[in-house]
């Protein structure tokens, strides 16, 4: 009986603190009032992203190329038109940059989170890498990211902080052999880089950067260089690559992201977050 009514009250004091934790996080994950940009916005990590800060109280302005994929994309993330906003544009160059902080203070009246996820990839041979596809994966990748957090940051200073969240890469702290990829892992180790010291800069300012840094996730990219017959086929490969036995969702990603952009990660910044099922952890 004795250790019935010990257990009990163990078990109590557990639950207590089991819905104490889970009352706080909730409290702690949501964003009423804040006002994100989420550049590559339209599929993948983006959309993911992006339906989990309106669905938590934010508003947003989601960005990619494709003006129709952006339109169905806010359509999924909200159904509510009134807090989600599109802009189609480049984001390599710096001006679209500008015109999305500029959309999101004259819509929203400021910005508190940018998620910079838009990127390109393209296994391809370093030895037969053109300039152009050189010029394509910096500017895009690292140029795109650079100007952004620029024009991002002088908007949030105006607000008293915010939080940048890069969508990075594990082949920017791991080469694959399997997907030779030197020009997009040496534009994404700048983006490391740019968290690193950004961190520094813009900590006085309430600013904080942070970084995750994806392995294998299905998103529509790989459809960019490969069919659609060979996506499903070739995808499944890498499963084992991970230890955790399998490759990620951008549902996988989109939940680090929330974090870095949440009070949950108050006294993080300047930091480089795998989100990969292992793989930096070492090899079966």
């Known amino acids: ?13 557990w639950s207590l603190n089991s819905q104490r934790f889970t009352t706080e996080r909730e409290v702690s994950v949501h964003f009423k009032g804040k006002v994100a940009i989420v550049t590559g916005g339209s599929s993948g990590i983006g959309k993911e992203t992006a339906k989990r800060l309106v669905a938590h109280g934010a508003s947003v302005v989601l960005s990619g190329r494709d003006e129709a994929k952006l339109q169905c994309a806010a359509k999924e993330v909200s159904s509510d038109p009134s807090v989600v906003r599109i802009f189609a544009g480049d984001i390599g160059k710096p001006a679209t940059g500008v015109a999305l902080v500029d959309l999101a203070e004259k819509q929203f009246g400021g910005l508190d989170i940018l998620v910079s996820n838009a990127g390109v990839f393209k296994p391809k041979p370093f030895l037969e890498l053109t300039e152009g ?6 500017d895009t990748i690292l140029k795109g990211k650079f ?13 008293g902080g915010g939080a940048i969240v890069h969508t990075g890469s594990l082949w ?7 997907t030779p990829s030197a020009a997009y892992s040496a534009a994404n180790a700048g983006v490391h ?19 995750v840094a994806p392995a294998v996730v299905e998103t529509p990219i790989y459809s960019t260089f490969l069919s659609k017959e060979e996506v499903p086929k070739v995808l499944p490969t890498f499963n084992a690559f991970h230890p955790l036995g399998r490759i990620g969702q951008p549902g996988d990603v989109a939940e680090a992201i929330l974090f ?10 300047g930091t480089i977050l795998p989100v990969d099922g292992g793989v930096m952890a070492g090899r079966n």
Do not use: C
């Open 260 to 269: 870095f952009a949440s009070d949950q990660s108050a006294w993080i910044t």
């Open 133 to 138: 596809e050189y010029d394509w994966f910096l």
């Open 193 to 211: 880089a740019l968290v690193h010291n950004l961190a520094l800069e813009l900590a006085a300012d309430k600013i904080r950067i942070n970084a």
């Open 1 to 13: 009986m004795y250790r019935e009514l010990v257990d009990s009250q163990r078990y109590d004091a």
């Open 172 to 178: 920017a702290l791991q080469a694959i052999g399997a």
């Open 147 to 159: 100007f952004l957090a620029q024009a991002a940051a002088k908007a949030m200073k105006k607000r």
